[in-house]
């Protein structure tokens, strides 16, 4: 089965800008669909972002649409998340996840593969 690991977590300031990776370990990847995930301390883990194996379905979390941008390179096996103008708020464990292909959607079950997260902290 696929094998995902996140890096490009760190710290920002609030307003900031990072990158998240998510690399797999199958040339396989390009069948899988693409989520984003994140659990604050004390927190549940939501949804972020979704894209689907061609990359052209793509779904948002409310609280991120118009400051993060989900993306893929499939000839890397590999997926991205950009976030943009950073808040406080966006600190938590960002996880990537991969799904059935059609998949665009925001609920946990609907992954079946997981990373292992990388950490995001925003100062303001």
């Known amino acids: 089965q696929v094998k995902l690991v996140e890096s490009g977590g760190g710290s920002a300031q609030a307003g900031g800008s990072l990158r998240l990776s998510c690399a797999a370990s199958?040339?396989?990847?390009?069948?899988?669909?693409l989520g984003w995930f994140r659990q604050a301390p004390g927190e549940e883990r939501e949804f972020v972002a979704a894209?689907?194996?061609?990359?052209?379905?793509?779904y948002y979390a409310d609280s991120v649409k118009g400051r993060f941008t989900i993306s893929r390179d499939n000839a890397k096996n590999a997926g991205y998340l950009q976030m943009t103008s950073l808040r406080p708020e966006d600190t938590a464990v960002y996880f990537c996840a991969a799904g059935p292909p059609g998949v665009v959607a925001g609920t946990e079950d609907k992954y079946d593969h997981w990373g292992q997260g990388t950490q995001v902290t925003v100062s303001s």
């Open positions: 894209m689907n194996w061609r990359g052209d379905g793509i």
């Open positions: 199958e040339d396989t990847f390009s069948s899988y669909s």
